[in-house]
């Protein structure tokens, strides 16, 4: 077996075809968007056994402080055959070499997070996927007085500039187990989804909600962000950016969309219950400390 970096795009995309095996109900990011994150602390890697590529792993720092975070994965006819071990190996040392006193990953099924734990990894968080099939959507409600919605396209400059006013804010409303890092080019660069809707009030972001298109599956996407500002909940904004994507999407074409959300985020899950959207899958994000 041979564990080897990816560089050229033919590496990279053999990568893509394995998260999308492996990961079937999730957007896979682009060549593109992979090539956008590249990093010297961001490492890519297949798994080949006699040059048949059998599985891939992802190791980088976390959004979340403090950690790194690790994602080996192994098509399913290769498994129970160490492939898995020496990824995690592998892309847990590159974690270590980082300076991350703990590393985290995330488990979707029983089988996984069984091998999570024969490595010392405990559970420390949840995320709750939710569904909604599209259909003939209605319009959204109306917005509070002195409240416009436009999209990001009309003011490309407004998503980067509104990360002091904003994005810091809402990222640290966040329910998670360990608050997020984000820095101000991540927000700007990733962050973003397309089409993204803004809400505004007196020419600030008070609000947003977009999708990710998903590319090799072109009947669905993925909700991006979708915040308000503490000062602005509570009065129908979550609700009507949110229908406009959902009305968005089903003018395109579109058949699903589709979120993951915070276990914790009890407003955010009723919302989107509300909404129309079904319980899915649960995924546990584990957590151990290195070196491994």
Known sequence: MDISVCVADEEYE?????????VPGERCDTLAELRDQDSAERLLVLASVDGTVVGSGLADRSESGGSGFVAPRVLPQHRRRGVGSALLRSLAAHVTSLGL??????VDDLESAQFAERFGFVESDRQIEQVRALGQERAPSALPGGVEVIALEERPDMWAACFDTFGLEVLADF????PLQVTAEQWATTWAGDP?????SDGEVIGCAGLFRDTDRVHRAENALTAVRRDWRGRGIA????????LWAADQGLTEVYTWTQAR??????LNQHLGYVTGQTSLTFTRQLPL
């Open 196 to 200: 993204m809707f803004l809400a505004l």
């Open 239 to 246: 609700s009507h950016l949110k229908r406009r994507t959902l």
């Open 265 to 270: 985020n009890a407003s955010m899950l009723r």
């Open 175 to 178: 329910a998670v187990f360990e």
């Open 14 to 22: 053999a990568w893509r075809q394995v998260r999308m095996a492996v």
């Open 101 to 106: 006193p703990k590393v985290r990953a995330h």
